[in-house]
T-cell receptor
Framework: AQSVSQHNHHVILSEAASLELGCNYSYGGTVNLFWYVQYPGQHLQLLLKYFSGDPLVKGIKGFEAEFIKSKFSFNLRKPSVQWSDTAEYFCAVSSYSSASKIIFGSGTRLSIRP | DTGVSQDPRHKITKRGQNVTFRCDPISEHNRLYWYRQTLGQGPEFLTYFQNEAQLEKSRLLSDRFSAERPKGSFSTLEIQRTEQGDSAMYLC?????????????FGSGTQLSVL
């Protein structure tokens, strides 16, 4: 069965620090990968996605993620975080053989100190 | 339409009662998903519709849970004989298209508390 692991449950950074949130998935077939973000008091929204092509994907608000197939990873990065990046971040995976089911990781809470 | 709407926002019920939630997806979105989220966890897949057809239901979902999307527009999720373990945020999401790489638009959720 598909699964997604996010090993960092809570990350605390100062403004301007660089960010990398880990995401590993367990599925050997062709996958689609997503990062969703939930800002305080708001609903989940898509940050970026990968389904084919360039493994380095750029999303909104300066975020990017790199798909490394050999490591089953899709880590999220941002070179310089802002206080407004405080949110919960969810990695998710789907596959063409999973009947459109999108599986989410348990999330990483990011707190930015101003 | 500005997004996915869910009603009610909060529901408090006593154990053993039935509850029903409603989701209105973005107009013309053909796919509709229900997820459940508990504190400290990511959304857990419950079921999914393409138009009016329910194409998949999680094996974790007991027979007390049923979902419908009768006209391929809004959807309802019913929980019969609620248990305290059903307390969670129930999220609805919709998407447009036939590929699993389409982005999901989420509603704000219905927070269920079973006393």
């Amino acid at each position: 069965a598909q699964s997604v692991s996010q090993h960092n449950h809570h990350v605390i950074l100062s403004e301007a620090a660089s960010l990398e949130l880990g995401c590993n998935y367990s599925y050997g077939g062709t996958v689609n990968l997503f990062w969703y973000v939930q800002y305080p008091g708001q609903h989940l929204q898509l940050l970026l996605k990968y389904f084919s092509g360039d493994p380095l994907v750029k999303g909104i608000k300066g975020f990017e993620a790199e798909f490394i197939k050999s490591k089953f990873s899709f880590n999220l990065r941002k070179p310089s975080v802002q206080w407004s990046d405080t949110a919960e971040y969810f990695c998710a995976v789907s596959s063409y053989s999973s009947a459109s089911k999108i599986i989410f990781g348990s999330g990483t809470r990011l707190s930015i100190r101003p | 339409d500005t997004g996915v709407s869910q009603d009610p926002r909060h529901k408090i019920t006593k154990r053993g009662q039935n509850v029903t939630f409603r989701c209105d997806p973005i107009s013309e979105h053909n796919r509709l998903y229900w997820y459940r989220q508990t504190l400290g966890q990511g959304p857990e897949f419950l079921t999914y519709f393409q138009n009016e057809a329910q194409l998949e239901k999680s094996r974790l979902l007991s027979d007390r849970f049923s979902a419908e999307r009768p006209k391929g527009s809004f959807s309802t999720l019913e929980i019969q004989r609620t248990e305290q373990g059903d307390s969670a945020m129930y999220l609805c999401a919709s998407s447009l298209g036939d590929d699993v790489n389409e982005k999901l638009f989420f509603g704000s959720g219905t927070q269920l508390s079973v006393l």
